[in-house]
C-alpha cells in the first residue's frame, strides 16, 4: 500500500483499516500474509518486487509495469483518467478505483445544500444582516424539482437523499441507463435545454471533460426559472461563474452555492466572496477524512471476499471505456 | 368549515380540497351531502345548525355547545391546549387535531438546520464575509450523535429524516415508548443530564409547558460537548438565549440555528441579530402555506373512510390526556 505524501494523512490506507475491512467482508476467512506501507517518497521496493495487489494513492504506471506477481491494483482515486491509456498494465492485472468511497459524505452535503437552495437560506443570511423579519414562507421538497447534470456516483448518491426527501429529481446522463434509486427519470444530454425550465434548483455533479466543459453559460442559466438555485459540487470550469454572478446580481436566481474554483484557495480580491445570494464553500462538499479510507479498505475487502464466493466484483475499470 | 380571517388564505380549508381529499382516501365512496365554508367573522349560522361535522380553524367552544346533529370536530391546528378542558365538548361529540399537517416541512427543514451545524455553516459564513478561504473538512453523519428533546410529531419528523442521512438519532420523550422509525434510542426527561455531554447537536422540538419552560439554561447547554450545534424549532421559552449566545461567543458551541423568539418579529435592537455563528430564521420551520390545508383535509377524509373500514382512526383527542 502506497501513500500519497502531499495528502492529509487521513486519507492514508493502514494495515489496520485494510485488516479490519477483510475481517469484517469475509468473516475471517481472508487474511492476508503480509501488508506493508509506505509513502510514495519512501518506496518499499522489497515488498513491490513480491506483492500480489498493489494499493495505491498515485499509480505510478512505469514501476507497476515491472511486477512480477501482481494481480490487482486498487486506486485511492475515483477518476482515473491520468493512467490512461492502460496499455501499461501487465497482462491478467486488473485495475478497480475508488468510485463511491465519496458517497455517504456528499450525499448528505448535497441535501442540505439544494435544501438551503429552496429554503432561499443565501437570502435569509442577508435579511438577519439588515436585521429585517421577513417571514416568507417555502413549502416542503414534495413537488420540486431538481434537475442534476451528471448521474454517476457523485450525482447518485444526491438523488437518493434529495428523493427521501421529497424532491422530484431528474438526471441528465452521458448515457441514459434504466430506473436508478433517487432518480424520478433521467435524460441524455440533448434534452438539457428542454429540462431546465422545470428546473426549481439545478445541481451540476459531472466530470469535466471536453463535453462538459462551460456546458453552462449565460443561455442555459437564463432558461432556468426566475427564483431558481444553482449548486456546483462538480468542477469550476462547468460553469460561467461571470453569467451566473449577473443573473443572481439582477434576482433571475434566487441564490447558488459554489464548492469549486477556478483558482484554489479562492483569492481574497476575487468576485465571487460577495456576489449577493452566493455561498462560497471551500472544496468541502465531497471529502470526509475520517470515513473515505475505511471506503477504500471495504471496496477491496470486499472484492476479495466477492472473489471467494465467485461473486461479481465492483469498481472495475474496463480498459476499453476507460472507467 | 370555519376558517379564521387573521391567518394567511392560504392555509384555509375549501371545499375542493375536501372532496378532493375525501374522494382519493375512500376511492370516491365517501361523498358530502353538502359543504359550506366560512371565515370565522361570518358565521354561516343555517350551517352550524346542521352540520355533523365542524372543521375549525379557532373553535368557539360556546358556540360547538349548541350544535345538534355534531358528532365530530377537526381543528385544524395541532395543539388544542386553548380548548382544554373539554367539558363543554356535546355527549357523543368526538374531537381530532391537525398533529402531523407540519410534518414534511418540517422534516427537511430539521434535517436541512442539523447538517447546517454538523457542516459548520454558520463559521462558514463568517469566514466568506472575511474573504478567508478556511478548508477544514466536515465527516459524513454516520457516527454524529443528534439528541432530539421532544420526540413528537415535529421530532419524529425531523429523527426520520437525520436517521435516513445516517446520523445516530436518541430521543427524549416525556413518556418513552417503544422503538419509533428514526431513533435508535427514546429516554426519558431524567435522562436529559447524561445524554447532554454525548450529543454533536441538540434539536428543542418539544412543547412548551410548565414543565419544558427554561428547561435549557446555562448548566444543560454547557453540558453539551465542545463544537456542538443547538437548533430550536419549539419555542423560545425552553431556553435561555442569553446564555446560549454566551457560549457561542466564547466558542464553546459552534453554531446554533433559532427559528423561533420571545417576540416575534424579531425588534432590529435584538441582540440575537448579531452573536456570532447564531442564524436567525424567521419562524418558517415548519409552516407550509401550500400543503398545510390539504394535510388537514387528509385527516379528515382518511378518518371517514376509516369508519367506513371499521380501521382505526388517527389524532383523536383523547379528553382525559388533553392531546
Redesign the interface.
Known sequence: MENRRDRDPAYGMTETLLRTALSRASAGRVTPLWVKVACDDARDAAAWAQADILVAGRLDTAAVAQMKNLKMIQCTSAGVEGYLPLDWMPPGVELFNASGAHA??V???G??AV??L??R?PA??A??NR?R???????????QHVLIYGAGALGGAVAE?LA???FHVTGVARRPTGPRPGFAEIAGPDDLMRLLPTADILVVSAPLTDETRGRFGLAELRSLPPGAGVLNIARAGLMDYTALADLLEEGHLSGAILDVFET???P?D?RW?TVPNL??????SA?????YASACASILADNLAAMLRGAPLRNHVDPRLGY
Open positions: 455517504a459524505k450525499s448528505a452535503f441535501a442540505m435544501m438551503m429552496h429554503e437560506v435569509r443570511i435579511a438577519q436585521r423579519w421577513d417571514r416568507t414562507l417555502r413549502p416542503a421538497p414534495r413537488g437523499a427521501s426527501l421529497g484554489e484557495p479562492l481574497p476575487a466572496w455561498m462560497v464553500f471551500p472544496h468541502v471529502d470526509d477524512p475520517t470515513s
